[in-house]
C-alpha cells in the first residue's frame, strides 16, 4: 500500500532556531500534501494545504512565514518551523493524496519539543 | 460551533462490552465521513469509512444520518486492543478535498 515516510520522528531544539520536516511518498506521487498539528488532547488542526508546484493554502490563524511549506516534487513536501518557540511544540504530522485511489496516508508524525 | 464534534471521553469499558461513539458535523455539503483510530503518540489510522447505507467490518459497525448530520460508530463485544482515540472525520470536496477532524473520544477497555 501506500507509505510516507515522515522525518524526523523527534526533535528537541533550543528557542529560536528552525526546523525542518520531511514528508517523502514512498511508492506513489503526492499531488496534494495536508500539514496538521496536534496538541496534547486535541485533535488534529490543519495548518495548510499544498499542490506540487503551487503555494501552500493556510489555514486562518496559521502564520505562513513561519511555517514555511515547500512542495517542490510529486514525492517530497517539507515544512520548516522557523523561529521555534516553546508554544510551538505540538506532534506535526503529514498527509497525502495522490493519482489512483490511494485515499489520505499519513506520515508517523514528528513529535516537536522546543525547549 | 466545531465542524465536527464529538461525544466527550474518556469511555472505560470491561471487555466484551458494546459502546457506540457519536459524532455530529455541521456542513450539510460534506460528502465523506470517516472513523480514524489513533493510539497514543502515532499517527491516525482509517478504521473504515461511513456510508448513508450503514456499513459493518466485524465487530465494528458504522451509521451515516445525513439528514440529522449524525454519525455514530458502533463496537461489539470489546477488546483490550479496541483501547484508542476514535475519531470522526469528514470531507467535504467543496474545501479542496481536506479532512476535518473531530476532538476524538477516548476509548478505555479493561479486564
Known amino acids: 500500500g501506500a507509505v510516507v515516510s515522515q522525518h524526523p520522528s523527534r526533535v528537541i531544539c533550543k528557542s529560536g532556531t528552525s526546523v525542518k520536516i520531511e514528508c517523502r511518498s514512498l511508492d506513489f506521487q503526492a499531488t496534494t500534501m495536508f500539514w496538521y498539528r496536534q496538541f496534547p488532547k486535541q485533535s488534529l488542526m490543519l495548518m495548510a494545504t499544498?499542490?506540487?508546484?503551487?503555494?501552500?493554502?493556510?489555514e486562518q490563524g496559521v502564520e505562513k512565514d513561519k511555517f514555511l511549506i515547500n512542495h517542490a516534487s510529486l514525492t517530497l513536501s517539507t515544512l520548516t518551523v522557523t523561529s521555534a518557540h516553546p508554544e510551538d511544540s505540538s506532534f506535526y504530522i503529514c498527509?497525502?493524496?495522490?493519482?489512483?485511489?490511494?485515499?489520505?496516508?499519513f506520515g508517523s508524525g514528528t513529535r516537536l519539543t522546543v525547549v | 460551533r466545531k465542524e465536527v464534534e464529538q461525544d466527550p471521553g474518556p469511555f472505560n469499558v470491561p471487555e466484551g462490552a458494546t459502546v457506540a461513539f457519536n459524532c455530529t458535523y455541521s456542513?450539510?455539503?460534506?460528502?465523506?465521513f470517516f472513523w480514524y483510530r489513533q493510539d497514543c503518540r502515532k499517527e491516525p489510522k482509517l478504521l473504515m469509512s461511513?456510508?448513508?447505507s450503514g456499513n459493518e467490518d466485524g465487530r465494528f459497525t458504522a451509521q451515516l444520518n445525513r439528514a440529522s448530520q449524525y454519525i455514530s460508530l458502533l463496537i461489539r463485544d470489546s477488546k483490550l486492543s479496541d483501547s484508542a482515540t476514535y475519531l470522526c472525520v469528514v470531507n467535504t470536496y467543496n474545501q479542496g478535498g481536506k479532512l476535518i477532524f473531530g476532538q476524538g473520544t477516548e476509548l478505555s477497555v479493561k479486564p
Open positions: 498527509s497525502a493524496t495522490g493519482q489512483g485511489d490511494y485515499g489520505y496516508t
Open positions: 499544498s499542490n506540487e508546484g503551487s503555494k501552500a493554502t493556510y
Open positions: 461511513v456510508y448513508s
Open positions: 456542513n450539510s455539503a460534506s460528502q465523506s
